[in-house]
Nanobody, 113 residues
Framework: QVQLVESGGGLVQPGGSLRLSCAAS????????MGWYRQAPGKQREFVAR???????YYTDRVKGRFTISRDNAKNTVYLQMNGLKSEDTAVYFC???????WGQGTQVTVSS
């Protein structure tokens, strides 16, 4: 069973920054694409960003230019650097393999003054 452990969330003011981390189990981490997703209250989970095994990156238009996804294959970890946070970024953030496997608990990000 794959384990995904997200961390780094918290309460931040609008315009602030956070860096999320996701530690993944599995011996095939380095050869798989990884993604970040988020789920706001009362809404469906949505795609945020993706990084390929070759480190190519893709973003939803909502975060392009503000968020940066990266990975460290030696640590089986994927990161999401979030700058210029807005209230609409408030959500529980999840990472997962692509194609998706079992989900972790996520980490709460709240953007509020």
């Amino acid at each position: 069973q794959v384990q995904l452990v997200e961390s780094g969330g918290g309460l931040v003011q609008p315009g602030g920054s956070l860096r999320l981390s996701c530690a993944a189990s599995g011996s095939d981490f380095s050869i798989n694409d990884m993604g970040w997703y988020r789920q706001a209250p009362g809404k469906q989970r949505e795609f945020v960003a993706r990084i390929s095994s070759g480190a190519s990156t893709y973003y939803t238009d909502r975060v392009k230019g503000r968020f940066t996804i990266s990975r460290d294959n030696a640590k089986n970890t994927v990161y999401l650097q979030m700058n210029g946070l807005k209230s609409e970024d408030t959500a529980v953030y999840f990472c997962n393999y692509i194609p998706n496997r079992s989900w972790g608990q996520g980490t709460q990000v709240t953007v509020s003054s």
